[in-house]
Structure formats: structure tokens, C-alpha cells
């Protein structure tokens, strides 16, 4: 089944303590994007990447990492978490970029105290 | 800066008719337009995409148009059922995709 994997999908940290949120695809796809999800505001995107070691900022880069080793891989990285962190995150993949279908995770909770 | 805006109030609508979704831009020129549904706790699922030279593109129950003189999307789901309510979110794009707030729907049966 065609899928976009995220893990955590839950959880609850305090400030200041690395964290990686894990996204695989396994459709094969060249492009992956992080987004964050906050009450009226959308999705904002916060990291993509075109293929392997090949990524750029998105909207709301700002307190994040991403790596990009593998294709099937984009882990999302919060160095040192600050309370206004706190969202719903969804990675996503699509075989043609920006412009093709995205296909969304089902989302990661996090919550920073 | 770039702005998308969508329906601000949520849409409650009755079984069978018609419900309009709509999608405003300002400084915008999107090479193309994409709808999404999102069910409470899960990940948005793709539906349409439409380009800027098509005016108006249909899959089933959905009709999507697109008006670039506008600067407008108008989103139909005709003969609308419960299973229908959810939030749609539009997407515009051009080298990135972005995403407005969203529109709830509610179908009362």
C-alpha cells in the first residue's frame, strides 16, 4: 500500500530537548516537504527537498532541521524545542514536485512544555 | 505578500443540495490550483487539480473552476451526503505549493 509513514505520531516534550520526527514514503517519490498546521493559519510549509541531499527552506524554517540521505527518508529535526513549536506536523511526498499530488502522513501531535 | 483566503465561516448544508466552497488570492499568479479534503486527525487527501488555462475541471460529484482574472476558485460538491463533511483546503501553486486555512463542512442527512 502506498503510504507516507510519520513517528511519532504523538508527543509530549519539554523545552530545549532535541527531538527527530521520522517520514518515510515508500512510492519511490524525488519530492518530500514538511508542513505545520495551526488553528487558522493552514499549513505552512517548513522544509522541502527535490531529491537526495537536495533540500531548501520553506515558509517557517526557523527552529528546524531536515536531512535528506535517502530517497525514501526526510527526518524533521527541532534542535532545541520551544513552546511555540507546539503543532500538528504532516510530511508529505509527491512524484511531481510541488506541482503534482501531495501525498500527506497522517501527522505528528507535538506538544512542547 | 501572498494571500489565500477561504470561506471564513464553516458551511452547514443539507443532504442532496449543493455546497460552494471558495478560494480567494491576492498578489498571486498560480500556475495552478489544488483541493484537498481533510477528515478530523488525519492527513489531507488530494482531489482535483486544475491549471490556469482550464476553467473548470470535474471528477464525480466535484466541480472545481478557476478564474485568474478573479483571482478566484469556486469548489462544488453536488448531491452532497454526511459523508462529504469534512475540511477542504485549497492549495495554490507555482515553483512551491501554498495553503489556505480551510473550510469546514457539515452535511446534515
Known amino acids: 500500500e502506498a503510504q507516507v509513514t510519520q513517528n511519532p505520531r504523538y508527543l509530549i516534550t519539554v523545552t530545549g530537548k532535541k527531538l527527530t520526527v521520522t517520514c518515510s514514503q515508500n512510492?519511490?517519490?524525488?519530492?518530500m516537504s514538511w508542513y505545520r498546521q495551526d488553528p487558522g493559519l493552514g499549513l505552512r510549509q517548513i522544509y522541502y527537498?527535490?531529491?537526495?541531499?537536495?533540500?531548501d527552506k520553506g515558509d517557517v524554517p526557523e527552529g528546524y532541521k531536515v536531512s535528506r540521505k535517502e530517497k525514501r527518508n526526510f527526518p524533521l529535526i527541532l534542535e532545541s524545542p520551544s513552546p511555540n513549536q507546539t503543532s500538528l506536523y504532516f510530511c508529505?511526498?509527491?512524484?511531481?514536485?510541488?506541482?503534482?499530488?501531495?501525498?500527506f502522513g497522517e501527522g505528528s501531535r507535538l506538544t512542547v512544555l | 505578500s501572498q494571500k489565500i483566503e477561504q470561506n471564513s465561516e464553516a458551511l452547514n448544508i443539507q443532504e442532496g443540495k449543493t455546497a460552494t466552497l471558495t478560494c480567494n488570492y491576492t498578489?498571486?499568479?498560480?500556475?495552478?490550483l489544488q483541493w484537498y479534503r481533510q477528515d478530523p486527525g488525519r492527513g489531507p487527501v488530494f482531489l482535483l487539480l486544475?491549471?490556469?488555462?482550464?476553467k473548470e475541471k470535474r471528477k464525480e460529484r466535484l466541480k472545481v473552476t478557476f478564474d485568474t482574472t478573479l483571482k478566484q476558485s469556486l469548489f462544488h460538491i453536488t448531491a452532497s451526503q454526511p459523508a462529504d463533511s469534512a475540511t477542504y483546503l485549497c492549495a495554490l501553486g507555482d515553483y512551491k505549493l501554498s495553503f489556505g486555512a480551510g473550510t469546514t463542512v457539515t452535511v446534515r442527512a
Open positions: 512510492m519511490n517519490h524525488e519530492y
Open positions: 508529505a511526498s509527491s512524484q511531481q514536485g510541488p506541482q503534482g499530488e501531495l501525498f
Open positions: 486544475i491549471r490556469e488555462n482550464e
Open positions: 527537498s527535490m531529491n537526495v541531499e537536495v533540500t
Open positions: 498578489n498571486y499568479s498560480p500556475a495552478y
